[in-house]
């Protein structure tokens, strides 16, 4: 069992920058892949970026690639997301996640386990 809490969302200015944060609990963090997706009113959970188990892997969604950063520390059980140049379009809930595996997956009906999310809202 796995569990992930998410933090450091909030509210920022279109431009502006924040980094989200996901600790793991367990002591086989750094035998699984981690991913963050987002989720905005009336609209489905979209992939935003995974790293592998050992982060050397990483895949972004088209939209974030070039101003989001997935990084993790397995030594704190903690994956980040560095998001700059912040758009209204990214104002979502964005969750973490996390499966057991050694390859980067998109698809959030692989990822087994699950935050509570934490909300980043971008103002234009």
């Known amino acids: 069992q796995v569990q992930l809490v998410e933090s450091g969302g909030g509210l920022v200015q279109a431009g502006g920058s924040l980094r989200l944060s996901c600790a793991a609990s367990?002591?086989?963090?750094?035998?699984?892949?981690m991913g963050w997706f987002r989720q905005a009113p009336g609209k489905e959970r979209e992939f935003v970026a995974t790293?592998?188990?050992?982060?050397?892997?990483?895949y972004y969604a088209d939209s974030v690639k070039g101003r989001f950063t997935i990084s993790r520390d397995n030594a704190k059980n903690t994956v980040y997301l560095q998001m700059n140049s912040l758009k209204p379009e990214d104002t979502a809930v964005y969750y973490c996640?996390?499966?057991?595996?050694?390859?980067?997956?998109?698809?959030?009906?692989?990822?087994?386990?699950w935050g509570q999310g934490t909300q980043v809202t971008v103002s234009s």
């Open positions: 367990g002591r086989t963090f750094s035998s699984y892949a």
């Open positions: 996640a996390a499966v057991l595996h050694t390859k980067v997956l998109v698809r959030a009906w692989e990822y087994d386990y």
């Open positions: 790293i592998s188990w050992s982060g050397g892997s990483t």
